[in-house]
């Protein structure tokens, strides 16, 4: 499951991919939103959810707190 949206100029894709032992890893890819730089300028597993939908959600907070802290460059 993923979802894509647009935040701070940035392109963010939130997805939950599924683990082994169960359970879902929330994966966050940031890029710019003009297409400036290809592929994506950050990226980072936001931890794990229960649920496709948790980890989609985890995964969106993550993106939107580092692109408010300036962690994307």
Avoid: H, K, W
């Avoid at 592929?39 to 649920?51: D, R």
């Amino acid at each position: 499951m993923e979802r894509q949206f647009e935040y701070g100029g940035y392109t963010v894709v939130a997805c939950a991919i599924p683990e082994t032992g169960g359970g879902f890893a929330a994966q966050v890819r940031i890029g710019d939103a003009f297409g400036e730089s290809s592929g994506p300028i950050f990226e980072v597993l936001a931890g794990t959810a229960p649920t496709p939908e948790a980890a989609v959600a985890m995964a969106e907070a993550a993106a939107m707190r580092a692109i408010d802290a300036g962690e994307v460059n």
